[in-house]
């Protein structure tokens, strides 16, 4: 990073923690919402002023990797459907994928990992203040969104999940099209060379490496493309999202 650049990163975050500082009072009034709105489109541009769209997390060695791998969120989706796959193995699982597409399509399992595959080492960031380096394999989303060719109007992909957080309200994330087609942006069916466990996510759950836990949306039950969150959940990209975390929640 030469002087300049990072004078400016310096100047940057400085500011946001400024920002952040008075975070309690300025969210206490409708006005002051719409300074965090506000706020936040600026902190993504700057995020991806910070960091390309195409630049790469850190990746790990074997050596690196965690003795456990901790699981949070849902550990188990009690939905009918979900139970009822995972009695089966997944063998009637199907990754729908649709929205603003011109292909809209059904994928097994087995269709994912034929289409291509991807290893990653990386670590987990939560927003609870932990951490954990684990190997992911997966299909790059990138080839999934070359199938399904999203539409001229599609801007983000949303992943609709089995959990129910809340009575009748699914965990849902999603990210845009740039962090769709990340290099590192898997659908990952696999965790440290087994199968991914049901605790972690199984039958398939994202990994967006660059950033925070909660968008790592795991149970991933359809994926759909659309031009803007308004007819989803509360509007604003995600269940966390709905419930005053950042859309953008880049490391």
Not at 17 to 34: F, K, M, V
């Amino acid at each position: 990073m030469n002087d300049r650049r990072g004078f400016l990163r310096t100047t940057l975050l400085a500011l946001g923690g400024a920002a952040l500082a008075g975070c309690d009072r300025i969210s206490q009034s409708e006005t002051g919402s719409r300074i965090l709105e506000s706020a936040e489109v600026v902190n993504r541009r700057v995020q991806r002023f910070l960091s390309p769209s195409q630049a790469l997390a850190r990746e790990y060695t074997e050596a690196d990797i965690s003795a456990v791998f901790k699981p949070n969120g849902t550990l188990m989706p009690d939905t009918p459907l979900y139970q009822g796959l995972m009695k089966g193995g997944f063998a009637d699982y199907r990754l729908e994928v649709d929205g603003l597409v011109e292909t809209p399509s059904r994928f097994s399992i087995d269709e994912l990992k034929a289409m291509a595959a991807r290893t990653q080492i990386t670590r987990h960031d939560c927003v609870e203040g932990w951490s954990a380096i684990g190997k992911w394999t997966g299909t790059p989303l990138a080839a999934v969104l070359d199938r399904v060719k999203p539409g001229s109007e599609a801007r983000y992909v949303v992943f609709h999940c089995f959990d129910d957080m809340e009575e009748d309200t699914p965990y849902y994330e999603s990210v845009d099209l740039d962090e769709a087609r990340h290099p590192q942006t898997l659908l990952a069916y696999g965790l440290n060379g087994a199968a991914l466990p049901i605790a972690n996510g199984a039958p398939l759950r994202l990994r967006v490496e660059r950033q925070l836990g909660y968008k790592q949306a795991k149970y991933i039950r359809r994926i759909e493309l659309v031009a803007s969150f308004a007819d989803i959940g509360d509007g604003n990209g995600g269940y966390w999202e709905d419930n005053g975390y950042e859309w953008y929640a880049g490391i």
